[in-house]
Structures are given as structure tokens and as C-alpha cells.
């Protein structure tokens, strides 16, 4: 007799992030790091470089809908890709230096 077959109900390896993490920063609390904040103004291409290079991804990448994304679903940070979008569309130097500071803050603490 033939058996029935497996169904998979997640995906293996997979592990999804808690859902109760919150940006370390605001999107428009550049004094909480004025580097950052000089960084992402003054030379936005390098901070998105940072970003990709922070996260293991092509330096092109750093300021895109995409990287945004990524990193939210990997922490758990509530959210849509509409709203990651708005964000880079309308904020892009802000949110580069959200994700900056939110990579720095979760490094001092371990958590990247």
C-alpha cells in the first residue's frame, strides 16, 4: 500500500522573527547619532554601502524598498512593504539612517 505523502507545513530552517521588536530609533531621530545623521547628508551613497556590508548584501542594495524590508521581517519590526516604500520614496536619507542606527544599537547589544 502506498503511503500518503509528507506535507510540509514550515518551511525547514526557517525561524521567524519575534514579532515584538520595535525600531531602536525613530525615522527622523538623527541627533541620537549625529555621525550617522552627517553621514547619510553628506555622503548617502557610503551610509547605504555601510548598510549592505552591515547585513552580507551587495552595496548597491543599501538604500532600496528591499533592504528595508529584509531587515524589518528579520527583527520582527512591524510594518509593510508599502510602508518601507513610502519611507525610501519620500525619506531615503532618513530611513538609511534608521537602519544604521538600528544595525549600530543591536550590535552594542548583541543582537545583530
Known sequence: MAQAP???VTQPGFVRAPQNSNWQTSLCDCFSDCGVCLCGTFCFTCLGCQ???D?????????TVAMRTLYRT???IPGSICDDYMVT?????CSVCQLKRDINRRRAMNAF
Open 6 to 8: 509528507t506535507v510540509i
Open 74 to 76: 528579520r527583527y520582527g
Open 89 to 93: 520614496l519620500f525619506c531615503p536619507v
Open 51 to 53: 548598510v549592505a556590508a
Open 55 to 63: 547585513m552580507n548584501e551587495c552595496c548597491l542594495c543599501g538604500t
